[in-house]
């Protein structure tokens, strides 16, 4: 056989069915057209034309009575093809390529399994719900920003995609354990004060309250004794335990209050090894790699605009309350966190505010408590 030529793009493989298959191919050769590698499968005469022949061919179908059916040369792809075979092609290519455009599992790594909770938690309230566009997967910084801003825990935060597979890391910072709390003996964790328990945050010893139960001062929030069966193991309670609590604050304030406003930023460029800024400046220099850092050092510098203000009995509850906030923020512990506030009541006078406000706190209420001989 001539098979290159049988590879030729121009030409068509034709396979006839139907009595007339003969009186077809005698017409056809009659016309002149380019017939070749004639040969009979059962009741199939098939042979390979030019696909220019094409129109005279169908005609002769028709006077004929017979049945006429094209595919490619052998060794050749199967250019023609059906709409249903064309069909299922197009779902087949473009399935994957629609499916690549949804996450469809979004998972959460790291940490302890009530931080990896809380995270679930946090990625729900923002909408990312499975299946989810991949454009409006949120952006990695302010998930990072947010997840640290709320849980002083994280050390890191890191989004990372893999096809449909959205997976949140969460790399938790590192206990820093001195010489004196490792030798301290096995505890179990007590309540420091009233309050309703929140959450778990235990590296060892068994939970023996539940969460959204109220506890008294001295209440035993994690028992450092593990029972196996009727063998009890001292192993110590390690962790945080979280509980919420209202906290009435009585404050004192001058009446006008002054504050300052992040007015510019600027970088500037030093030979490396200089020390101190200008006068007033306020500025923070930046890490450069290596070898950069042998020849430059580049500063951050920033500016400010101070103001003060009269304090009145209008427009300014907000701003004692973030007065209030900060001051309160800088005497709770890490990962404590102010959940709600209440003024109940305000007093201004010429020169100075008092009044009474109630915060609702979130904080780390677990102290240690020694296991006694008879627990």
């Known amino acids: 056989m001539r098979t290159e030529r049988l590879k030729h793009p121009g030409r068509v493989w034709v396979e006839i069915r139907g009595s007339g298959s003969d009186a077809f191919l005698s017409k056809a050769a009659a016309k002149g057209l380019s017939i070749r590698n004639v040969r009979r499968e059962g009741e199939v005469l098939c042979f390979s034309a030019r696909r220019a022949d094409m129109p005279v061919l169908r005609q002769i179908r028709r006077s004929c009575g017979v049945r006429l059916r094209l595919r490619a040369e052998p060794g050749q792809a199967d250019l023609l093809m059906s709409p249903r075979k064309l069909a299922g092609l197009l779902l087949f290519l473009g399935m994957p390529v629609l499916l690549s455009m949804f996450i469809w599992t979004v998972d959460v790594a790291g940490g302890t399994p009530e931080r990896e909770e809380r995270i679930g938690a946090w990625l729900l309230k923002q909408g990312v719900t499975v299946p989810l566009r991949i454009s409006s997967v949120p952006d990695e910084g302010r998930v990072r920003n947010a997840l640290m801003a709320s849980d002083p825990g994280l050390a890191w935060v890191r989004v990372e995609r893999k096809g449909g597979r959205l997976t949140v890391h969460a790399v938790e910072a590192p ?187 979130n904080e780390n209420i677990a102290v240690r408590k020694q296991i006694s001989q008879g627990d």
Do not use: C
């Open 175 to 361: 206990e820093i354990a001195d010489d004196a709390a490792s030798k301290e003996k096995p505890a179990h964790l007590a309540a420091s004060r009233r309050a309703v328990v929140t959450r778990f945050e235990l590296t060892s010893g068994i939970r023996n309250v539940l969460p959204n139960t109220t506890v008294e001062k001295g209440d035993i929030l994690a028992s450092g004794i593990v029972t196996q069966g009727e063998k009890s193991v001292v192993t110590g309670a390690k962790g945080k335990v979280f509980g919420d609590y209202i906290l009435e604050m009585n404050f004192k304030m001058p009446a006008t209050v002054g504050y300052s406003i992040l007015s510019g930023r600027a970088y500037k460029i030093t030979a490396p090894g200089k020390r101190g800024g200008a006068k007033g400046e306020e500025w923070r220099e930046l890490r450069l790699p290596q070898p950069l850092s042998d020849f430059m050092s580049v500063r951050e510098l920033s500016s400010s605009r101070k103001f003060s203000r009269q304090l009145s009995e209008q427009d300014d509850e907000e701003l004692i309350l973030g007065i209030l906030r900060e001051k309160l923020r800088l005497s709770l512990t890490p990962g404590a966190a102010v959940k709600d506030e209440k003024i109940l009541r305000v007093h201004y006078d010429n020169d100075k505010v008092e009044g009474t406000v109630l915060f609702l706190i």
